[in-house]
């Protein structure tokens, strides 16, 4: 699923008195796309679609409003991608982590500029509370899938923090997606690998030291 947008091919001045807030939000991922979050203002996004510099302002508070819409849309979206990929922990824990950081790094690749409004907002989560509870809902996925890895070590060895656990997952794949993934071609790192394998392989060594293996029932 590709959000409007995207890809930066529509281009600007176009809107004609149609739905005004979809319009603001497909103006504004063009530009996050082209210059990144805080590389626009908001008159910028009135003269795109072709509306007074007052006339967004009866759909979002500001500037910062907008960016939290796009990022709380994203975050939905993400969400859900990262629960079909857990699927409850099946086949076993690890790969599904496994397949959680697949569609990460998948999210990341296909909707770039809600990734970056996502994750530079330039502005704290705090201040946009719907924002934060999507961006709360995501991380619940990583941290269940945490807490079922935790459960799931072999016996004798010892249980580690769950929560440390998931922050770990989520740095690894969030890491190499902004690294290796997101952003324009030209501003990526160049690796002799996918960014799949690599983070596939991270993962594995990380969770092989917790004492979980591919196999392993929950």
Known sequence: MTCPGESGSRSRGTYH???????LIEAALSFILERGPAGFAF?????AVGVSPAAPYRHFRDRNALIAEIARRGYERFAAELERAWNGGRPDPVIAIENCGKAYLAFARREPASYAAMFQ???PL???PALMLAADRAFAVIRAAANAACDAVRPGTIRPPPLMVALHIWALSHGIASLFV???????????MSPEDLLEAGLLI???SLGLRAGIAK
């Open 206 to 208: 990380y969770l092989q």
């Open 126 to 128: 705090e201040q946009e």
């Open 43 to 47: 008159a910028e996004i009135a003269r």
């Open 182 to 192: 997101g952003g324009p071609d030209g501003a990526r790192r160049k690796i002799p």
């Open 121 to 123: 907002t330039g502005f």
């Open 17 to 23: 008195h149609g739905n005004l807030r979809e319009a």
